[in-house]
Nanobody, 128 residues
């Protein structure tokens, strides 16, 4: 199984950026997906999750109304659209996959280490 993030870069505060995560080697449509981030000197933290169907999402408070998580099961890809970016959003962003109980279509708050698969991350730098 593999998750590969892309789309990170340098963006001015107030700007927007969309990062992507391409999955392979597992049945993507059966997994909830999540984004995490880790800023220098800080612990990795949960950002957002999306259910396998895409019908349910969950955001942490500091990105709510600014970030949007989405997925395309036909392309085995999950996205994070980030807008109104702030310098404190600077971090390495990681995607992760979590297989939930059969029939569950929830978007849970996850801990990174409880996920089944995770990627290597993509760097996002926001300058003021």
């Amino acid at each position: 199984a593999q998750l590969v993030e892309s789309g990170g870069g340098l963006v001015q505060a107030g700007g927007s950026l969309r990062i992507s995560c391409a999955a392979s080697g597992f049945f993507f449509s059966s997994y909830a997906m999540a984004w995490f981030r880790q800023a220098p000197g800080k612990e990795r933290e949960f950002v957002a999750s999306i259910s396998w169907s895409g019908d349910n999402t969950h955001y942490t408070d500091f990105v709510k109304d600014r970030f949007t998580i989405s997925r395309d099961n036909a392309k085995n890809t999950v996205y994070l659209q980030m807008s109104s970016l702030k310098p404190e959003d600077t971090a390495v962003y990681y995607c992760a996959a979590k297989r939930l109980s059969p029939g569950s279509d929830s978007a849970p708050v996850l801990r990174f280490l409880e996920c089944d698969y995770w990627g290597q991350g993509t760097q996002v730098n926001v300058f003021s």
